[in-house]
């Protein structure tokens, strides 16, 4: 380990439109739907379905969205981002140099590495803030750090996060947010994730071919589904339900956001909230621990969408615990997961 400068650690969130507009929408969404790994079909069948059906008719609808999620401050994935960035900077110190990055759009992955390079950091540690491991999410931010960083004659070190589905200091902070209600006031607890295609984790799965041969595959992590989404998914609920002493029949993990006819990881969340709300549950509290700072997916999809469709199905009231947003204990686990790293 070079002594003669700053280490860098690049910090990588998904990304969001720049503006709760139609056109920033629209540029947002081409930019992340047209990337392989997210949709995973030949070049020309993707670009017909992306530029010639999803774009024209998605990119209004989301916008309004956006429009529901958006803050003063503009988007919280976004300004969580930062305010997490400048306070890791504070607690990492003068010996290293942190940068926020989004996969798609601003800030790029490519300026950050430019800011790095350009500071002199002997090695980087790359970051991606997805606990779970999955192509669509960790493996494109990856993807997309090692072809920026070959565009560079001189290569530093480079050490990837792969995943952090179970870090203890995560799963305190999210139990701590959850203290904030009282659950035997709920019916139910649901902690969903989000999907991807179950094609996508059969994929993944080419050393061991052992994804959906077996029932319920995904329910205890080991040595063959380490590295699937579905099982690191469960095992982050896992970890959470033995720190609030939840019994089975009190929760259910599942998996919304779904796009498209496939199938995706079920069981899918609408349906179990209309599930549980035509058995009579009035009041749900949802844990989001795919998620580390507010967005679409949370905010706007589980508080209005879900809510609405609960109430027309009979229930009453979802609650959703906060996420991990700029929590300075999340700060500090992601130090301490850096320095391990």
Same mark, same amino acid.
């Given at each position: 380990?070079?002594?003669?400068?700053?280490? /860098?650690?690049?910090?990588?969130?998904?990304?969001?439109?720049? %503006?709760?507009?139609?056109? @920033?929408?629209?540029?947002?969404?081409?930019?992340?739907?047209?990337?392989?790994?997210?949709?995973?079909?030949?070049?020309? @069948?993707?670009?017909?379905?992306?530029? /010639?059906?999803?774009?024209?008719?998605?990119?209004?609808?989301?916008? *309004? !969205?956006?429009?529901? !999620?958006?803050?003063?401050?503009?988007?919280?994935?976004?300004?969580? /981002?930062?305010?997490? %960035?400048? &306070?890791?900077?504070?607690?990492?110190?003068?010996?290293?140099?942190? &940068?926020?990055?989004?996969?798609?759009? +601003?800030?790029?992955? #490519?300026? $950050?590495?430019?800011?790095?390079?350009?500071?002199?950091?002997?090695e980087i540690v790359v970051f991606p803030m997805f606990p779970q491991y999955a192509?669509?999410? +960790?493996?494109?931010?990856? &993807? #997309?750090?090692?072809?920026?960083?070959?565009?560079?004659?001189?290569?530093?070190?480079? =050490?990837?996060?792969?995943?952090?589905?179970?870090?203890?200091?995560?799963?305190?902070?999210?139990?701590?947010?959850? =203290?904030?209600?009282?659950?035997?006031?709920?019916?139910?607890?649901?902690?969903?994730?989000?999907?991807?295609?179950?094609?996508?984790?059969? *994929? %993944?799965?080419?050393?061991? =071919?052992?994804?959906?041969?077996?029932?319920?595959?995904?329910? =205890?992590?080991?040595?063959?589904?380490?590295?699937?989404?579905? @099982?690191?998914?469960?095992? +982050?609920?896992? $970890?959470?339900?033995?720190?609030?002493?939840?019994?089975?029949?009190?929760?259910?993990?599942?998996?919304?956001?779904?796009?498209?006819?496939?199938?995706?990881?079920?069981?899918? +969340?609408?349906?179990?909230? &209309?599930?549980?709300?035509?058995?009579? $549950?009035?009041?749900l509290l949802v844990f989001s621990p795919a998620f580390v700072a507010d967005c679409?997916?949370?905010?706007? #999809?589980?508080?209005?969408?879900?809510?609405?469709?609960?109430?027309?199905?009979? /229930?009453?009231?979802?609650? !959703?615990?906060?996420?991990?947003?700029?929590?300075?204990?999340?700060?500090? @686990?992601?130090?301490?997961?850096?320095?391990?790293?």
């Amino acid at each position: 380990m070079s002594n003669f400068g700053k280490k /860098g650690v690049l910090l990588v969130n998904l990304g969001t439109p720049d %503006a709760p507009t139609v056109k @920033a929408v629209r540029k947002y969404l081409k930019q992340f739907l047209l990337d392989p790994r997210v949709i995973d079909y030949p070049w020309i @069948a993707r670009q017909l379905l992306i530029r /010639g059906i999803i774009l024209p008719f998605r990119s209004r609808s989301s916008a *309004k !969205l956006y429009k529901r !999620l958006w803050e003063e401050k503009g988007s919280p994935l976004k300004f969580h /981002g930062y305010k997490v %960035a400048e &306070e890791l900077q504070k607690l990492m110190g003068d010996d290293y140099h942190v &940068e926020l990055a989004m996969r798609y759009q +601003t800030p790029s992955i #490519e300026g $950050a590495i430019d800011k790095m390079m350009k500071a002199g950091v002997t090695e980087i540690v790359v970051f991606p803030m997805f606990p779970q491991y999955a192509s669509a999410s +960790t493996g494109s931010a990856h &993807e #997309e750090v090692m072809r920026v960083l070959t565009t560079y004659n001189n290569i530093p070190p480079v =050490k990837f996060i792969n995943s952090f589905y179970d870090n203890e200091q995560m799963i305190d902070v999210i139990v701590e947010n959850s =203290k904030q209600f009282n659950f035997d006031d709920y019916d139910h607890i649901i902690f969903s994730y989000h999907g991807i295609p179950k094609r996508h984790l059969r *994929k %993944a799965d080419i050393s061991c =071919k052992y994804c959906q041969k077996v029932d319920n595959c995904c329910g =205890k992590l080991s040595k063959v589904n380490q590295f699937c989404y579905s @099982a690191q998914s469960y095992a +982050t609920t896992q $970890a959470l339900v033995a720190k609030l002493n939840l019994s089975e029949d009190r929760y259910t993990t599942s998996f919304q956001s779904r796009l498209g006819r496939e199938e995706w990881t079920t069981p899918y +969340t609408i349906d179990v909230i &209309e599930g549980l709300a035509e058995k009579g $549950a009035k009041k749900l509290l949802v844990f989001s621990p795919a998620f580390v700072a507010d967005c679409l997916e949370t905010t706007v #999809e589980i508080k209005f969408e879900y809510q609405e469709d609960f109430e027309k199905a009979g /229930g009453e009231h979802i609650d !959703l615990v906060p996420s991990l947003n700029d929590n300075p204990k999340w700060i500090k @686990a992601i130090r301490d997961m850096v320095l391990e790293a």
